[in-house]
């Protein structure tokens, strides 16, 4: 182990909540709880925040797998930094296929996406063909963060509509997003609920979720009731 890596645990255990560890480990059945440290996610950013200033920030980031739940999640916080573009979807990349879980997959957000749409696009067209639970899971995540507002376009719904994987956390996200679409997007998400575009349990927890959003309303939500499979 290098002196970075004893370094970060070090201070991830000093960090460590046995409490939080309990309620963590409930929510993300697939993971080991051996694994899991039980750092709150506030604690873990300000970390990734302080380390992220450091010379050793891009020494931790070629250390690949981590041992801990945690260390995944501080990687992750860590190529939120990354200024560059380039470098910041690079950083992903190398990092998609040690992401074994929803929760780590789903905290990762670069702020730098923000300014490269265009070009995310590009790249979440690669990660949506994927045969990786976790790398597909992200670019649905990536799509539904950036692209269901002003940058939206209806062929995005296709893309999303057309994976096929017997996987729970790819279809859950695939509702989630359908969700999404339905309360910003409506005129355009609709006819793929109403032609029941996707597959039955993706649809109906599609259709679950839009109706307990608070941004649709009661009307819509009673049409979608209608539109469930039995």
Known sequence: MSSTEEEIRRRLFELRDLKYKEFACKLMPT???????????PDLRKLAREFSKTSEASEFLK?????????NNLHGF????IKDYDAAVAAVDEFLPYIG???????????????H???????????????????????????MSFY??????????ELVACIRLEEYY????????????LAKQYEAALPYIQEQRLEKWTHNKAIQKAIES?????????????LKVK
């Open 31 to 41: 993971v080991n709880p051996e694994t899991v440290i039980g750092v709150r996610t």
């Open 63 to 71: 250390i690949l797998p981590h041992a801990y739940y945690e260390e």
């Open 78 to 81: 860590l190529i939120e930094t």
């Open 101 to 115: 879980n929803w929760a780590t997959c789903d905290l990762i957000s670069p702020k730098i996406f923000k300014k």
């Open 117 to 143: 749409l265009p070009k995310l696009y590009e790249k979440i067209k690669v990660w949506l063909i994927s045969d990786r639970t976790y790398t597909l899971r992200f670019g649905i995540g990536m799509l």
């Open 148 to 157: 269901l507002d002003d940058d939206f376009r209806p062929e995005m719904l």
């Open 170 to 181: 790819v279809n859950m996200m695939i509702a989630w997003y359908f969700a999404t679409a």
């Open 214 to 226: 608070y941004r649709i309303g009661d009307e819509t939500k009673a049409y979608l009731r209608t």
